[in-house]
């Protein structure tokens, strides 16, 4: 079956510095990747939809200049929280949909635990 | 406004009862899609109905739609303590059949073996 990976799968971080979440179609070819944000016990909200070769597309409230999204390949796209503070600490979560057929399917990657300090 | 709201927001049973899930939306959807999430894990998918399906079984799996009252149904029978996890319901964007998807507040099923 289709997998996707993320990595790492989880980080802890000083407040100011960046990290970098990366999320990889193993098996399948992705145009389109899908990030979330998930609070503990919370469900999950979508942050933005990352388009291949194209800029992401990001949900009402979430700073794009924060939150940078690269899709750089057909299998990768990268989240990047920037100057990072506690309240940024959640899981994240990729999917991504098979771009070679009209699946109506999400396969999701594993999460990222983020922690600030 | 929330789309895939579910009730029970937690359940507790013993290992072999049925534990049912509740989802309601609020826009006309495509399809309607449970997921699974075992505690800090990624999601795993577990069954898709479409609009004009009422009822979809997947080995211990019962899914209903029912669009008039614009609500879901997840049923799982004979439940095994490996049951124990989050399960969602999700939506894409009306009209649509695949795309971004709206979740649902989840139902943290726990089994007692």
């Known amino acids: 079956g289709a997998v996707v990976s993320q990595h790492p799968s989880r980080v802890i971080c000083k407040s100011g510095t960046s990290v970098k979440i990366e999320c990889r179609s193993l098996?399948?070819?992705?145009?389109?990747m899908f990030w979330y944000r998930q609070f503990p016990k919370k469900s999950l909200m979508l942050m933005a939809t990352?388009?291949?070769?194209?800029?992401?597309?990001?949900e009402q409230g979430v700073e794009k200049d924060k939150f940078l999204i690269n899709h750089a390949s057909l299998t990768l796209s990268t989240l990047t929280v920037t100057s990072a503070h506690p309240e940024d600490s959640s899981f994240y979560i990729c999917?991504?949909?098979?771009?070679?057929?009209?699946?109506?399917?999400?396969?999701f990657g594993p999460g990222t635990r983020l922690l600030v300090l | 406004s929330q789309q895939g709201e579910e009730d029970p927001q937690a359940l507790s049973i013993q290992e072999g009862e049925n534990a049912t899930m509740n989802c309601s939306y609020k826009?006309?959807?495509?399809?309607l899609q449970w997921y699974r999430q075992n505690s800090g894990r990624g999601l795993v998918h577990l069954i898709l109905?479409?609009?004009?399906?009422r009822e979809k079984h997947s080995g211990r799996l019962r899914v209903t739609l029912d669009t008039s009252k614009k609500s879901s149904s997840l049923l799982i029978t004979a439940s095994r303590a490996a049951d124990t996890a989050s399960y969602f319901c999700?939506?894409?964007?009306?009209?649509?059949?695949?795309?971004?998807?709206?979740f649902g507040q989840g139902t943290i099923l726990t089994v007692h073996p």
């Open positions: 999917s991504a949909r098979e771009s070679a057929v009209l699946q109506e399917t999400q396969y």
């Open positions: 098996d399948f070819q992705a145009t389109t």
């Open positions: 990352s388009n291949e070769g194209s800029k992401a597309t990001y």
């Open positions: 826009t006309s959807i495509n399809n």
């Open positions: 109905i479409r609009s004009n399906e």
């Open positions: 999700a939506t894409p964007p009306g009209g649509t059949s695949y795309g971004k998807l709206t």
